[in-house]
């Protein structure tokens, strides 16, 4: 698990970070919480929003789900860099009503639905819902991808070293399924973070380098 120190500390700073920024805006507020898997952005996410009483979408809802496990294999880890996030269905159906104000809504998808027969994956078939909200907190792996851009306020990295990654990756998943995840993503998120959204990059880092979980 995310040390619970550290992150009660970070989610105070984002907290007064975006308290200070908010205002500069006339339009509701969105903040994008970026990081590698297992670097605890989710749980700090969580965090920030009950103290903010922000809004809270994930990043997960937009997974590209119309492609099979083959397909993915067969990509480039630039490819799946690229493509894994539907970030076009996310911008249409979740960030720009919020920033206008509006209540959104959209399909999520469904990662207990497993494969259909066809190989491919699904959505829930209940729609899901957010109200407008005078701040937004978008949290989850390629959250702040250069054609977001526009609709961002503030972009946060969270950062942890690789052994705490692998460890917290570890005590929430499947052995399986693990296995074939680093297969798969491990490189997409290296190229991502380092070719398409190094640190440098980002409004606000947030390291925890000195704990192991």
């Not at 308290?19 to 700090?44: M, N, Q």
Request: charged fraction near 25%; avoid cysteine.
């Amino acid at each position: 698990m995310p040390d619970k120190g550290f992150l009660a500390g970070a989610a105070d700073l984002l907290i007064m970070e975006i308290r200070a920024r908010r205002g500069r805006v006339p339009h509701p507020f969105i903040v994008a919480i970026d990081g590698r898997s297992g670097a605890g952005k989710s749980t700090l996410a969580a965090q920030v929003a009950r103290g903010l009483s922000a809004a809270l979408l994930s990043t997960d809802d937009f997974f590209a789900a119309d492609v099979t496990d083959q397909g993915w294999n067969a990509r480039t880890v630039e490819q799946r860099a690229s493509d894994a996030l539907d970030w076009r269905r996310l911008r249409a159906e979740a960030l720009e009503p919020l920033r206008l104000g509006h209540p959104a809504r959209w399909r999520a998808f469904d990662f207990s639905g497993g494969a259909r027969p066809d190989g491919t994956y699904g959505m829930r078939p209940e729609p899901a819902e957010l109200a407008a909200n005078p701040v937004i907190i978008l949290e989850g792996a390629y959250s702040s991808r250069p054609e977001l851009a526009d609709l961002l306020d503030f972009t946060v990295l969270v950062e942890a070293p690789e052994p705490a990654r692998r460890a917290r990756l570890a005590a929430r998943e499947d052995p399986a399924f693990l296995a074939a995840w680093h297969e798969q993503w491990e490189g997409a998120e290296e190229h991502y973070f380092g070719e398409i959204r190094p640190a440098s990059s980002f409004h606000l880092v947030i390291s925890n380098r000195d704990r192991k979980g």
